[in-house]
């Protein structure tokens, strides 16, 4: 498929899905269709996807299965995600697309419309289960109706993501232990970030650290806050500031030298970093010439 994205008509007509009503939304139950392509290289998609059970879970692997854990799971799709699949036939599975145009100014009020990973989809409780098996199913029943209502179907959709957050916010307290590991790891990758010995070119972005951790940077932020109630970016912030503090009182490092060490280019980008997050400077900076200060 190359770097082609694709759009719903497009992707339905790649799957071999039948009954395409609209340019703009289609929603499958895949126990309904029986030439579907169960295996393909990743296509990009530029609408909405919401899947439960979705066909796309051969390779998905849980890490820890819990005692009220159903055999579904969920997870949402944003635009210009690129998806692979290799698959067995599905059973009853239940996949929404929707265009942009209907939905992201919805889908802007939710992280996990980003995540885009399938290791970071949604794991549901039995109870969880029930309730979402019952709101793809009567959005489909919306959908097959000779007249349906864009406008139900959307609310449907609206109710999906609600209640896919809180879901996510009980994942996260379910799974404590696995992801008290990525905050662990996030503090020592923090750590190994500043101690290099080969210079720093620039401060580390959220997305690397949420590469060391496998997952996207969206999933991660959320993780962070939602463990430390700060983001990764104020976990970053902080973490520079305490260096520089620490150099700054301990060191004959000039301000210079304690800027290119923290990957600053120029001492000014950095007095400005320092006093945007500390709100004014509460050490005296030592410098071996004037600085010229950039206002804040």
Known sequence: MGKKILNIQEFTKYLNLTNIKNEDLHIVNFQNEEDLLLKSEAVTIDFYLLAIKPPFYKNL????????????????????????????????????????????????????????????????????????????????????????SKDIIVSYITLILSYTQVFYDRQFDTRSKIYHKVISDFNSHLEDFFNKEESIAGLPSVAYFAQKSNLSPNYFGDLIKHFTGSSPSEHIQDFVIRLAKNKLSNTSLSVSEISYSLGFDYPNYFARFFRKITKHLEVSFRVERPVQYIPA
């Open 61 to 148: 692997v849980q890490q820890e299965l819990l005692e009220d854990q159903s055999n579904s799971f969920m997870y949402v799709d944003c635009p210009h995600n690129s998806i692979a699949w290799d698959i067995t036939p599905p059973s009853s599975e239940y996949t929404i697309m929707v265009s942009s145009k209907y939905l992201s100014k919805i889908a802007k009020n939710y992280n996990f419309t980003h995540y885009g990973s399938h290791h970071e989809a949604l794991f549901l409780t039995k109870e969880e289960e029930t309730l979402l098996w019952d709101l793809y199913k009567k959005t489909h029943d919306e959908f097959t109706k000779q007249y349906y």
